[in-house]
């Protein structure tokens, strides 16, 4: 059952919008590194080229939307108070960015002293961020207890790990370490817990909210959000330890990886089933956002599969391309387009005087201009799904779709922050000559 919203608690509408803002800039970023380094970007999933693309897009692009959407659902959804809110979106916020381009510029260029630079800003922005979060989950009197709520918890905590183990990564390039580390290992648990624990965990939570809400389907069955967000935390786990036990590929692992794909297969099934039988039959950009995002996750689990039958290495960069920018991407770029107008006609609705109307939600961002920019992004997907396969023919063309794609999307937000400013200024205007 979903949970009333307590509006009145959501915080400034600066704290979570530098973030959006931000988002689609790093994804136009490594549109334009994928444009300059071509093939060589997808020849290898360890080549310096490939792993900064990587971090543009889950540092840059998921982690910064995340942030920015945990930091207006927790007081929204939840009643938890982010302590000192503004200030904690804002030095999590340059922190992060700063981090990530770091990163991005050490593992291009392996250099161990902007690997120590990165882990400084990104440690203290990730570590401030749980901090926080912690916080207020503790000091909140009656927490709201729901599925959202219960997931998100999970996810912070899937992120928890996520920092250690590329904290740890971070500082074998930094520091020589007196023990060998088993790099592969570790970067394989890193990814693990990145994407299916911190992105795909939180994706479950706020689709658990915002699916029935915004797509007006029925909620999801109380089994599924009762057990699925937990049940994939423990698979996950276990799939760590027996890969930690092993250190390399044993049936044990094979099937508890099974698992957790059949979690997220029964995720994706379950939500494109709703969205099927929504109460509005005519889909918006959003709709189609969700789909494609869902298609996507079924796609990867065909590609998982595909890789256990044999020996395809190259399959390695389909499937995390799919899961990236096909399942995460797809669905954070989808929900900006609810988010940011929301968020928009929200705050003015409250800064306007007697006599005055804020702008409606439809009219910040047209669903027509939203459904355009979908057609550009799932041309994107394709293209760059196709890259990994044949990086010769299609790298180009793909890095210049989602150039297009990216850009379009941070075209489309930052002008409803210029309607949202010149509303307000106007607002504010007529209300001093009166």
């Known amino acids: 059952m979903e949970r009333v919203l307590a509006f009145e608690q959501a915080p400034s509408l600066t704290g979570p919008l530098r973030f959006f803002l931000s988002a689609p800039l790093f994804a136009f970023a490594a549109a334009i590194l994928l444009l300059w380094q071509g093939p060589e970007a997808l020849a290898s999933r360890w080549s310096p080229a490939t792993l900064a693309l990587t971090h543009l897009l889950t540092l840059g692009f998921l982690a910064s939307s995340m942030i920015g959407a945990l930091i207006q659902i927790l007081p929204v959804v939840a009643g938890v108070s982010i302590p000192k809110a503004?200030?904690?979106?804002?030095?999590?916020?340059?922190?992060?960015?700063?981090?990530?381009?770091?990163?991005?510029?050490?593992?291009?260029?392996?250099?161990?002293?902007?690997?120590?630079?990165?882990?400084?800003?990104?440690?203290?922005?990730?570590?401030?961020?749980?901090?926080?979060?912690?916080?207020?989950?503790?000091?909140?009197?009656r927490p709201a207890s729901n599925a959202t709520v219960n997931t998100i918890t999970m996810a912070l905590a899937a992120l928890t790990v996520t920092?250690?183990?590329?904290?740890?990564?971070?500082?074998?390039?930094?520091?020589?370490?007196?023990?060998?580390?088993?790099?592969?290992?570790l970067t394989d648990l890193h990814a693990a817990w990145g994407l299916l624990g911190w992105v795909g965990l939180l994706v479950i939570g706020v689709a658990f909210q915002v699916v029935p809400m915004f797509q007006v389907t029925s909620v999801y069955p109380g089994h599924i959000t009762r057990w699925l967000a937990a049940s994939l935390l423990g698979l996950l786990l276990l799939w760590s330890i027996a890969a930690i036990v092993f250190q390399r590929s044993h049936w044990s692992t094979t099937i508890l990886a099974a698992?957790?794909?059949?979690?997220?297969?029964?995720?994706?099934?379950?939500?494109?089933?709703?969205l099927w039988h929504r109460k509005r039959p005519k889909p918006d950009a959003t709709t189609w956002f969700w789909r494609a995002s869902m298609g996507s996750l079924l796609a990867s689990g065909a590609i998982w599969l595909l890789q256990q039958s044999g020996n395809y290495p190259q399959l390695s960069l389909t499937l995390g391309m799919l899961f990236i920018v096909g399942f995460g991407y797809s669905v954070i770029n989808g929900m900006l387009y609810k988010i940011v107008p929301f968020l928009v006609w929200y705050h003015l609705q409250h800064s306007m005087r007697k006599g005055q109307r804020a702008p409606s939600v439809r009219d910040v961002i047209p669903d027509s201009i939203a459904v355009r920019q979908f057609a550009a992004h799932l041309?994107?997907?394709?293209?760059?799904?196709g890259a990994t396969l044949w990086p010769a023919g299609l790298t180009h063309v793909a890095a210049l779709a989602l150039a297009v794609s990216s850009g379009w999307l941070w075209?489309?937000?930052?002008?409803?922050?210029?309607?949202?400013?010149?509303?307000k200024r106007n607002a504010e205007s007529s209300l001093v000559v009166a």
Do not use: E
């Open 86 to 141: 503004h200030t904690t979106a804002v030095g999590v916020h340059l922190l992060l960015v700063s981090g990530t381009a770091l990163l991005v510029a050490a593992f291009w260029h392996t250099q161990p002293g902007l690997f120590k630079l990165a882990l400084i800003c990104l440690g203290t922005a990730f570590v401030w961020l749980l901090l926080a979060c912690a916080i207020g989950l503790w000091q909140a009197r």
């Open 411 to 423: 075209l489309n937000l930052f002008q409803a922050t210029r309607l949202y400013l010149r509303v």
């Open 163 to 185: 920092v250690i183990l590329g904290a740890t990564l971070a500082s074998a390039f930094a520091w020589p370490l007196p023990l060998s580390l088993p790099l592969l290992l």
């Open 259 to 274: 698992l957790v794909l059949s979690g997220y297969l029964v995720f994706a099934l379950t939500t494109l089933y709703l």
């Open 379 to 385: 041309i994107a997907l394709l293209l760059l799904v």
